[in-house]
């Protein structure tokens, strides 16, 4: 036992060893940074990077990071997401450029052995910056402009003893914008080649540093001679495929860049593997030369394919890429890839672009995704579970909004795992960039419009992020611009020279409302609208037929809202009449958006409690509704739909499926009900019972059950009947519109839509609320409470299930929040995940729902559940 016991110990710590030597290759400098304004800073560069200079009175730095993350980390700003406290905050306009220019120090421990290269690469600094090593300048050229990356060979400068010191000058963008209340503020921080929300939008107030900092990673990697760079996959698909079926083979190209960093040429071998089969090519490099290698194509037999999220697997292979020389590997680059290919076509029925994959083709159901964190706080994990929501939401493509910045790898990541395809815009604007006549703009459309004022930085960063991002599978389509064509020769650039050399293989958008892809028939700018609709609007009125931008409301409960609105300003915002704001200052600041007199028919709420829990009513109708209504009419008026948005960046008060803390609110689990693969639907307007099905099988046997159920829970089963349909397609069944009107007409009524599989499970669960003939939820407000059985039992180390059952004797239990809280606290845990809320049960019914949460081992939690007329309870985890 001792022996065996030992024999384990041996591995591990061998294990360790070799992967600490292999992680050596390539590590972050993330940690005991250190700052200090330039103001503060009387030394030079040179002296800054010594390590004999103290950084004794130096502010630890947060690196990634921008400076107002560091001043915010260091207690120096009040957190700007609550209340007015972004007020507080000196803006950047007012202070001059001096004030957020920051010097920032880091040491680290590094050797150069005999024929290594060691390489200092940073993904992202935001605006230009000097940077100094061991009292050298690193870079001769100035380095500027927040999307592209540099790489410096510094194996010259490392200090003998291995002791570094690195300094690094960062200064904000050399135009900064007025942030005058205007999209982009006065528009001039366009002039720059970086993200243009930071002077303000109608969704965030200013940025006060304009997300100036080393915002994104830096790291130091080692190399031999010849150094690897920028490999580059494309995987070919042929024919019309579908997923869980052996695949006919898959056409895989390989190449990469090779740096030779010597005086003399260099001759070697550029190779990988894959299915268990080596791939190489020989390779004479010059000196001093940087050239592209492409590698033989590669057949890749019976490949497990990657599909969108609800068609299919995901699935991913690895590569490791290496360059040889004398047998010994130079350099190496891994790659995790998948194998897919997106193609389009014009639908001439439609008037629009449609997207398929692998041969089939995809009804789009989208969110527009503005940024992560508005202060550039990135992390894999926040990136995962954003990601994993929009999969929840069964949607299966995600906009990158062109007024912030090209994503990072890691978001990329999380969309290759999840399923989302990728539309990237580049970052310009139609408000900023001069589509529009616009009083708050400083400068006129003409000079606008040539916005950025370096054209040249602006391709070069195209050019690197294409390099960066083109090996994801996610990643579908490139897009010229939100609402606007990048300038003639920027364009050029990027169209005719830039994609077809360095990708190639995706579909270029002008813009992203351009008629290309979605023929604008109504004129104007071809999005929206934006705020609360009828949900007769999305069934019964035709708008563009591949929206890039559609939306509605998305306030939070009250737990949501009390976590940024101070005690005073927690009250039901009351709009103003003839404009956009509300009478409190707060809820006008963080953008709140009107929802009109949609929560009057639930009755007039009481206090913030009862409207924020009215509010999520309204927004589990709107959510669904919209899906429901494009859906209902796939390929014949739409080939798909963009919501506009899902998500926050900062404390925002509309359009969003879940809060800047990761806490979903009703809109989520609408929307995901609305975008079921397999769904049976209710149309408001005609009363038609219709079933959706966005797979590639033919569904056949699917039992079709529509159940009304009265105030006292009271049921009667309206049709029950035996239905198939045809793979990516709509199907009307019948119209129930008259007994609906009849049983509604007092009181309102809730009306269950089910499908059924053979196995007589339910696939479809579709659950209505009707109002009564005056338009009003008169039966909700009279209803009798009804007590829940809850049993929760932890499952894993990260699941919880949760069984709900309704007595047989009581109403409808309707509308239940689940959430999983602290044991001591009471606080909600997030971010977690359920397979599905604000459920309601019918009399004698019982639901199972899996909660999961990654923490869950190390976490004592319990159970919430509370709804519209169930008393909340809180359960122990058994």
């Known amino acids: 036992m001792k022996i ?45 990077s010594s390590t004999d200079y103290s950084l004794e009175k130096w502010m630890p730095a947060t690196v990634p990071g921008t400076v107002l993350t560091t001043l ?19 803006d950047i306009y007012e202070t001059g450029r001096e004030h957020y220019t920051y010097w920032f120090a880091k040491d680290f421990t590094e050797k150069a052995k005999e024929g ?11 605006y230009s910056v000097e940077v100094f090593l061991n009292g050298q300048k690193v870079n001769a050229e100035p380095y500027k402009g927040m999307y592209l990356r540099k790489q410096f060979n510094i194996t010259s400068f490392l200090a003998e003893n291995g002791k570094n010191r690195l300094a690094v000058l960062v200064h904000p963008a050399d135009h900064v914008g007025n942030p005058n209340g205007g999209q982009g503020g006065d528009g001039t921080i366009a ?135 004398d047998g010994q590997t130079s350099d190496s680059e891994k790659v995790t890839f998948g194998v897919r290919e997106i193609q389009t076509d014009w639908n001439a029925h439609t008037l629009s672009k449609q997207i398929s994959v692998n041969g089939q083709k995809i009804f789009i159901k989208g ?80 000079t606008r419009r040539q916005y950025p004022d370096d054209h040249s930085l602006f391709i070069e960063s195209a050019k690197d992020v294409v390099k960066m991002l083109r090996n994801h599978a996610s990643l579908a389509i490139w897009c010229g611009g939100n609402e606007i064509t990048p300038p003639a020769d920027i364009m050029h650039a990027i169209k005719e020279e830039i994609l077809p050399e360095y990708d190639g293989t995706r579909w270029f958008i002008d813009y992203s409302n351009s008629d290309e892809m979605s023929y604008n028939f109504k004129g104007g700018n071809g999005d929206g609208p934006y705020g609360i609709q009828d949900i007769s609007t999305f069934w019964a009125e035709r708008t563009w037929p591949f929206n ?56 007039t709420p009481r206090d913030m409690e009862d409207f924020a829990t009215k509010a999520q009513l309204v927004n589990y109708n709107q959510y669904r509704g919209l899906m429901e209504g494009f859906t209902a009419h796939m390929w014949d008026w739409y080939t798909g739909v963009i919501i506009w948005k899902t998500q926050n960046p900062w404390t925002a008060l509309r359009g969003q499926m879940y809060d800047y803390y990761l806490d979903p609110n009703a809109c989520l689990y609408g929307l995901r009900e609305g975008s079921e693969a397999l769904h049976a639907m209710y149309d408001p307007v005609k009363g038609n019972i219709m079933i959706a099905n966005n797979t590639f099988e033919q569904q056949h046997d699917l039992m079709l059950r529509v159940t009304a159920y009265d105030m006292d829970g009271k049921s009667k089963r309206l049709t029950q009947v035996f239905n198939y349909i045809e793979p990516a397609s709509i199907r009307l069944i019948m119209s ?79 509308f239940n929040r689940l959430s999983l809280v602290d044991a001591d606290t009471r606080e909600r845990l997030l971010p977690t995940f359920f397979s599905d809320n604000y459920v309601s049960l019918v009399p004698g019914e019982e639901k199972t729902i899996t909660v999961s949460y990654d923490k869950l081992k190390s976490t004592d939690a319990l159970i919430e559940i509370g709804g519209w007329n169930t008393p909340t309870q809180t359960i122990e985890i058994r």
């Open 367 to 446: 969110g527009n995704w503005i940024i992560s964190d508005a202060m550039l706080r990135f992390s894999k994990e926040r990136y995962d579970a954003e990601i994993r929501f929009h999969r929840d939401m069964n949607l299966n493509l995600i906009r990158i909004w062109g007024g912030a910045l090209p994503e990072r790898p890691e978001f990329y990541e999380a969309c290759d795992k999840y399923g989302l395809l990728v539309i990237q815009d580049f970052w310009m604007s139609g408000d900023c960039n001069g589509r529009w006549l616009d009083p708050k703009k400083k400068e006129d459309q003409w």
């Open 4 to 48: 065996s016991y030992l024999f384990f110990k041996i591995c591990v710590l061998t294990l360790c060893c070799i992967q600490i030597a292999a992680a050596q290759n390539r590590y972050e400098l993330n940690s005991e940074w250190y700052c200090n304004p330039i103001g503060d800073t009387k030394a030079t560069g040179s002296e800054l």
């Open 72 to 90: 915010l980390n260091n207690g120096k700003v009040p957190d700007p997401f609550y209340g007015m406290n972004n007020e507080k905050i000196k």
């Open 116 to 126: 290594e290269q060691v390489w200092l690469s940073f993904r992202g600094i935001n």
């Open 736 to 814: 129930l519109q008259k007994s609906i009107q009849e049983l509604s007409n007092e009181k309102g009524l809730f009306l269950a839509v089910q499908l059924l599989n053979v196995d007589q499970e339910l696939v479809s669960d579709n659950f209505y609320w009707i109002p009564d003939a005056e338009g009003n939820y008169s039966g909700l407000q009279e209803m009798a409470s009804a007590q829940l059985k809850v049993e929760a039992t932890k499952i894993s180390d990260s699941e919880i299930s949760v069984t709900v059952s309704n007595s047989a004797d009581n109403t409808v239990s309707f």
């Open 548 to 603: 890039s931008e559609v939306g509605s409301v998305g306030t939070g409960d009250a737990v949501s809202l009390r976590r940024f609105l101070p005690e005073e300003n927690q009250v039901i915002p009351i709009e103003m009449e003839g404009t956009e704001k509300v009478k409190d200052e707060v809820w006008t600041y963080h953008k709140y958006i009107d929802y009109g007199n949609s929560m009057e028919p639930y009755g």
């Open 191 to 325: 002039k720059g080649v970086a993200l243009q929300y930071t002077a303000g939008w109608d969704w965030i107030q200013p940025v006060r540093d304009r997300n100036t900092g080393i915002w994104d990673k830096v790291f130091i990697e080692k190399t031999g001679a010849v150094n690897l760079k920028n490999p580059h996959i494309v995987t070919l698909v042929e024919g019309v495929r579908k997923p869980g079926e052996e695949q006919d083979p898959a056409t895989i190209k390989v190449s990469a860049e090779l740096q030779n960093t010597l005086s003399v040429p260099v001759k070697g071998t550029l190779q990988y593997t894959l299915a268990g089969q080596t791939v190489s090519k020989t390779v004479s490099l010059k000196a001093h030369k940087t050239v592209e290698v492409d590698l033989p194509d590669f057949i890749l037999e019976a490949p497990k394919l990657w599909w969108p999220s609800g068609y299919g697997e995901q699935n991913l292979y690895d590569m490791d890429i290496k360059f040889l020389t």
